[in-house]
């Protein structure tokens, strides 16, 4: 089972940057924290400190792949499905995958 990120999560890129999600929902919470929709991946902050391999530019904005099985198909808030750690995206400009995902809570799981 995938967990639903909260706004203690991030997204890390192959080069080390991590970003952190900007947007959440106060209507669903876990331990306290907000939950991330799934529409809201692509909110997640710039990368910082991203260190890529020259000439590559730092990784600056995330891609959600679709279809994705970080799409919660039984947990929504508002009829909109939650963002869970098993999202499938790359980070841009690089456009490669994710390095990892961190739900930021261990509290609940969901499909």
């Known amino acids: 089972m995938a967990a639903p990120i909260t706004v203690k999560g991030s997204f890390v890129c192959q080069h080390g940057g991590t970003a952190s999600p900007t947007t959440s ?3 669903l ?3 306290s924290e907000k939950v991330v929709l799934f529409s809201g991946a692509v909110s997640f902050g710039s990368y910082d400190k991203c260190l890529p391999p020259s000439p590559v530019t730092p990784c600056v904005s995330t891609t959600v792949l679709q279809p994705n099985s970080g799409q919660s198909s039984r ?4 009829g909109n499905p939650v963002l869970l750690d098993s999202v499938q995206a790359t980070s841009l400009p690089a456009g490669t995958p994710l390095k990892s995902v961190a739900a930021g809570q261990s509290v609940l799981t969901a499909s």
């Open 25 to 27: 929902d106060p209507r």
């Open 75 to 78: 947990l929504t808030v508002g």
């Open 29 to 31: 919470t876990v331990g």
